[in-house]
């Protein structure tokens, strides 16, 4: 249930807390509602109480899962179960993501996946070339399955690739991920491999450009505006096509690190929206 739903183990007794007691105020507030109406025990009762309660239930639960401290979950539930009784049985995508750093980016983009009333997508895997990394925290925390791969493996096998589509991986996000991806994942996922860069591309991209190297570059190259560049994986460093570029200005008294917060911000603003709005429209071809 942790791993289906995406939630730790106190929001899961959180949320069947609501459960029970939404379900509970909506049998007794279903009983006095037909206590109201003058009706007797019978076939006709019984009738009515089914379809009072059927109403009453989403309410019930919406309400008692604000002091719970569950309602986007709850609204998101809710939003599926319409989804599904009005015929509309689209599965949310299922993504990958890749990083191997603190993994800020990742932690937006489950958040949006979690929270998001249109379920389009969900986090199925963390995929981490680095054993102790930030972003493993953040996968175990959400409870999200975690795949850690070798250099040697990455680069010179592709045995990863056929347990990415067991697992019905079928679109994948670069979050912090420093290695090239390799051909053979590029064609296992044409146009389903997207990127985030610290600048704004083609400058200030390539091979060994990246963290905290670019805002220095950037800095010492004296320009005024930097920015973040969302883009597709092809088979060379930071060259896709673009999808999203937004800038920021760089002040003389920047550094790396203030240049830095103010690109987080933007990814982190940006990424998680950009990646909801692609798998949304993959979803509706
Ligand atoms: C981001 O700045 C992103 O642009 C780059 O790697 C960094 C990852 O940061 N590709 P975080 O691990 O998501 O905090």
Redesign the pocket.
Known sequence: MKQRWQVNGINLALIICTFAVGGSLCGFAGRKLLELTGLHRGFLWVLSYIIVITLLWPFCVLLISVPFGQFSFFIKYLAKIWRLMSGNKSKPVSVAIF??????????IIERAVGSATNNFRIDLIVCNKPG???LLIAEKNNIDTLIIEKEQFFRGDSYIPALQERGIEFIV?????WKIPVSLIRAYPNKII????ALLPKYGGKGM??DK?HETIIAAGEKESG?TIHYVDELYDHGNIILQVSCEVSKNDTPDTL?KK??LL?HSHYPKVVEELLQMQNSR
């Open positions: 990083a191997s750093g603190a993994g800020s980016n990742a932690e937006k990394a930030g972003v670069l979050a912090g991920f420093l990127n985030i860069h610290p990246y963290g670019v973040i830095a690109i987080h990814e």
